[in-house]
């Protein structure tokens, strides 16, 4: 005796070989129906009926097998959230109508599963707690702060607190959706070879490739000065910040497959080398920090790789040529005060803008959601919150900070078991340990847990971490 019921196996079987079928013929119907509109209708048109050909497609895959839809969010992730709100779509950026388009398909699929009889697919895990007290209190409390103030929530303070809940929606996708070894591998893949194009968009920004910077003014920073493309890499991201962040993030990934052997050798060399590039061409402090911690850090938790640090220190030379345009032009910017301009336009801002709007309650319960200010001058419009901790007071007060501290303390002690597999759970671990880390450091700079694609990516690593079904012993 097996202990297996064979009927239900092959009860199983019969389902899925009936939903790969009613799959293919819907895919092959929405092709059918694409390919006559191109027959009989302008071009308009049929990019319109395409459009909605696609959208339904990628919805029911979503329904079939959420994985597809964390798949392609991951893969275009950095190519379509520098796209502002307005630009491709009215009121959101594209890639958060395809998140939302991805989870309501992941929805229905999973409610007709419930329906099925299927099993609840999320466990608990010691970051559950103080993931979403980070939720509430970065959301909830912030509007409820504001009315019990006798203030009435702006449609830009509600907008403030999104964000946040957007992470924690792709978390819940990625923890929920991806279950078994290779579908982690995919994700694996689908953050690193986004992240080298990216790169190689910055690199070829800096270096003033005509097309690409063509491509980004058209696209992506339509109203970007003149010649502010070519100082830094803010690439299809809109932000040099954002784009280091992103490219550091895949670097570390690249990295702890390598000693792991996760991926095949000349996948990441190639990568690597391109991934190395881009780090100086993003041109902000604030990546060459961060590089210099995760490099620090990688050193520390792999003996090994100091004897290739030697090994690779004679390429040095080349990464330092491709961005030299972009380092010249950054330590061109100190001023006599020995720190770059742009931090000294910081610090103005924060003395001058921010830190006197703090009354002693507001270090309690915070100002606003909203960290963003109308400018006074008539040379910007806006003034950003440029400090990430006084971001996390500003919106909520101490609670808030609290929240960020605990959810990082909470993180970190979650992952260090996983860090010493050798598997690409391992992989994933000890990236997400790292990152955390670097982002602990850099969010004295910047609020980056909330900025376009490093929220993201790291939201991801962590429900790779903390999945449902243990990668390590999945069929």
Not at 164 to 179: E, P
Not at 195 to 204: F, K
Not at 220 to 249: F, K, M, Q, Y
Not at 331 to 339: K, L, P, R
């Amino acid at each position: 005796m097996t202990g297996v019921d064979l009927t239900d196996a092959r009860d199983g079987r019969r389902l899925l070989l009936r939903n790969r079928s009613a799959a293919w013929w819907a895919a092959g119907l929405i092709a059918s129906v694409s390919a006559f509109a191109s027959t009989r209708f302008d071009a308009q048109t049929v990019m319109i009926v395409g459009g909605a050909a696609g959208i339904l497609l990628l919805f029911l895959a979503c329904v079939w097998k959420p994985v597809i839809g964390t798949y392609a969010y991951l893969a275009t992730l950095p190519i379509i959230a520098g796209i502002d709100r307005g630009n491709l779509l009215p009121l959101v950026r594209p890639n958060e109508a395809l998140l939302a388009l991805i989870l309501l398909g992941a929805l229905f699929g999973a409610y007709l599963r419930l329906c099925r009889g299927d099993a609840w697919p999320l466990r608990s895990h010691p970051t559950d707690l103080p993931l979403a007290a980070f939720l509430l209190l970065s959301t909830v409390w912030p509007i409820a702060s504001l009315m019990l103030r006798g203030h009435v929530p702006t449609s830009g303070e509600l907008a403030a607190v999104l964000p946040i809940c957007k992470l924690v929606a792709l978390y819940l996708l990625v923890r929920c959706s991806v279950v078994r070894d290779e579908q982690v591998v995919w994700c694996v893949r689908l953050i690193i070879w986004p992240a080298t194009v990216v790169a190689l968009i910055a690199i070829l920004q800096t270096l003033e490739f005509g097309p690409v910077i063509h491509a980004l003014e058209s696209t992506w920073s339509p109203d970007a000065n003149d010649g502010a493309l070519e100082s830094r890499g803010s690439t299809t991201l809109a932000s040099p910040i954002a784009t280091g962040d992103v490219i550091i993030i895949a670097s570390v990934l690249t990295v702890a497959c390598g000693v792991r052997r996760v991926l095949p050798r000349r996948e990441l060399v190639v990568a690597g080398a391109v991934l190395s590039c881009g780090v100086l061409a993003a041109g902000q402090f604030s990546t060459w920090i961060s590089a210099a911690v995760a490099v620090a850090l990688l050193l520390w938790s792999v003996p090994d790789l100091r004897r290739w640090a030697w090994r690779l220190l004679p390429l040095a030379p080349v990464p330092l040529l491709i961005g030299a345009p972009v380092l010249m032009g950054r330590f061109a910017d100190f001023g006599e005060t020995g720190v770059p301009v742009s931090w000294q336009g910081r610090w103005d801002n924060l003395s001058n803008a921010y830190i006197p709007a703090f009354e002693p309650v507001n270090w309690l319960i915070g100002v606003t959601p909203d960290p963003v200010l109308v400018a006074p001058e008539t040379w910007r419009d806006v003034i950003y919150l440029e400090a990430g901790y006084l971001a996390f007071l500003w919106i909520g007060g101490i609670p808030v900070l609290a929240g960020f501290l605990w959810l990082s303390a909470a993180v970190l002690r979650s992952v260090r078991p996983q860090v010493e597999q050798p598997d690409s759970a391992g992989a994933v671990a000890m990236t997400l340990h790292i990152s955390w880390i670097f982002l602990l450091v850099l969010t004295v700079l910047d609020p980056h847990l909330t900025l376009r694609g490093t929220g993201d990516l790291l939201y991801t690593l962590l429900a790779l971490t903390t999945g449902r079904v243990d990668v390590r012993r999945s069929p």
